[in-house]
């Protein structure tokens, strides 16, 4: 894998708009069954402007922003060995139904260990205002010819 | 459809929001505890969901060409799912505000027999206001994520 990579910033991907459907179709694929989570009713009760997201939830928007990083022409990266290694989650507020989300990729360090070569890139999502929603950081292990 | 699979549940805790006393907590106190059974279904729905079509997560015959012993479970979900048991133990009381794992085995769902994951949630660390809950999450008896650990903050 290429050691360049550190520190570069991807483009921003088109902003995301979080569809009420959406939080309650990837609620139910994560068995999350709170109320916040399906009915509006109950979460404009607690506070919030809709449906709230689950914790993961900020993967789909992720998702776009590695694709990127994945379809770097001088990255050196083969997708059929790529092993999903660590995943953290960091949010300022939850995401609710409404928001219309930006997420902007940077690469943050490039590691080679015992043939594998290890990529820590991190997605900072961020609202209309630039107000910071969450930071999803990704480990991706790319394993060598041996592992 | 059929959702009302989706409601199998093992757990033995309600929503607790109203009784729910921070203050109260002390390490190594369990906050949730449940199993679920993820299936073939639940991996193609978690895909749809997601946007996460890779093969290996719902075809016996790519996972077998790449070296596997099955069909996995994306990593994802098992993240997913495991925090879930904090998130009903939370109710309206405060809301995960960091979580992060790491994946160190993989989960394999047998087609027929699905997946049995049993997730433990402990409290770690308590601070002003928050608390980090520590998940062990095992499958077969063996820790499937490694580092497991909520941040939660309260209302």
């Known amino acids: 894998m290429n050691p360049d990579l ?41 506070g919030y402007a809709d449906v709230v997201a689950p914790p993961t939830f900020a993967v789909v928007l992720q998702e776009a922003t590695l694709a990127q990083l994945l379809a770097e022409p001088d990255a050196g990266i083969d997708f059929s060995r790529v092993v999903h290694g660590e995943q953290r989650f960091s949010y300022t507020r939850p995401i609710v139904a409404g928001d219309e989300l930006t997420a902007t990729l940077s690469v943050t360090s490039v590691k080679t260990l015992g043939g594998n070569a290890m990529v820590t890139a991190e997605s900072v999502i961020v609202d209309p205002q630039g107000s910071h929603v969450v930071t999803a950081i990704s480990t991706l292990v790319v394993r060598g010819d041996d592992a | 459809m059929n959702l009302d699979k989706l409601d199998h549940r093992d757990d033995k805790l309600d929503h607790r929001d109203d009784t729910l006393d921070h203050r109260a907590l002390a390490v190594g106190d369990v906050v949730a505890e449940r199993t679920f059974s993820l299936t073939r279904d639940s991996l193609v729905r978690y895909a749809g969901a997601s946007g996460d079509f890779n093969p290996i997560h719902y075809r016996d015959d790519v996972a077998a060409s790449v070296g596997l012993p099955g069909v996995l479970a994306h990593g994802m979900l098992t993240m997913g799912v495991a925090v879930q048991p904090v998130v009903d133990w939370l109710g309206t009381a405060g809301w995960v505000s960091d979580y992060g794992v790491r994946f160190t085995r993989p989960v394999v769902v047998d087609p027929l027999e699905g997946a049995s994951v049993t997730v433990v949630a402990k409290v770690g660390v308590v601070g002003e206001g928050t608390a980090r809950i520590d998940l062990t999450v095992t499958y077969n008896n063996e820790t499937v994520l490694g580092k497991a650990q909520a941040q939660v903050t309260f209302n």
């Open chain 1, 6 to 46: 550190v520190g570069r910033v991807f483009a921003p991907v088109s902003p995301y708009l979080v569809g009420r459907e959406k939080v309650r179709e990837f609620a139910r694929a994560v068995f999350a069954t709170s109320p916040l989570n399906h009915d509006p009713a109950a979460a404009s009760a607690a």
